[in-house]
């Protein structure tokens, strides 16, 4: 196999940073659909389930636009909507769990405000993995099964994930149109965490 010339060399490195860049874009553009999809709140994961299915196939090579995503939307609500339900009981009684804490009415709060909040990480970082592994024509207690048993055999995703999830929310904090465009570039976290070696 010959060498690269320079100019081989240098048109190869544009070409990877334009496939960077279209990656990037494509994760902006999926963040404003996941957006949108999962106004409801009941589609919010079937959504980011959707969001992570469209960002396979567009690394993959495949077709997938707009309408793939919406009938994908509605195919993860339809296998798992009351997963979603759950998980967002949780995640409210969690955040009562929290408000409790921090309001001084029990000893040892800042001791359960801590638990509180690593534990509401770990039931969202779950619950994303959960959708990112959903794939159409499952439902959605094969995904949740092993999601779980990622998270466990796999800290360094999962810790991965939850730090894309708290840049997300800095993003929203900063600027909520950051925080919409944000959710994308989860959705492409979690795809790269469940594609990357050891994942």
């Known amino acids: 196999m010959r060498p690269l010339t320079t100019t ?6 544009s070409a990877a940073r334009s496939a960077q860049f279209a990656l990037f874009a494509e994760c902006l553009l999926t963040g404003v659909w996941l957006a949108v999809a999962a106004l409801p709140l009941v589609t919010a994961l079937p959504a980011f389930a959707a969001a992570c299915g469209h960002l396979r196939r567009h690394l993959d090579g495949e077709r997938s636009t707009w309408r793939d995503f919406a009938a994908e939307t509605v195919a993860a609500t339809r296998a798992g909507w009351a997963r979603t339900l759950v998980w967002w ?7 009562l769990d929290l408000a409790v804490a921090r309001s001084g009415a029990l000893p040892g709060g800042g001791a359960l405000t801590g638990v509180s909040v690593l534990a509401a990480v770990a039931l969202v970082v779950t619950g994303l993995r959960a959708a990112a592994l959903w794939l159409p024509g499952e439902g959605g207690r094969g995904a949740a099964g092993r999601a779980v048993r990622r998270c466990v055999g796999d800290p360094g995703g999962t810790l991965l994930l939850a ?3 708290g840049v997300a929310g800095v993003a929203a904090w900063m600027l909520v149109p950051l925080g919409v465009v944000a959710l994308g570039c989860v959705a492409g976290a979690a795809v790269a965490v469940e594609r990357r070696p050891g994942g």
């Open 8 to 13: 081989e060399g240098a048109r190869s490195r």
């Open 89 to 95: 009981g949780g995640l409210a009684l969690l955040g």
């Open 163 to 165: 730090g894309g999830v």
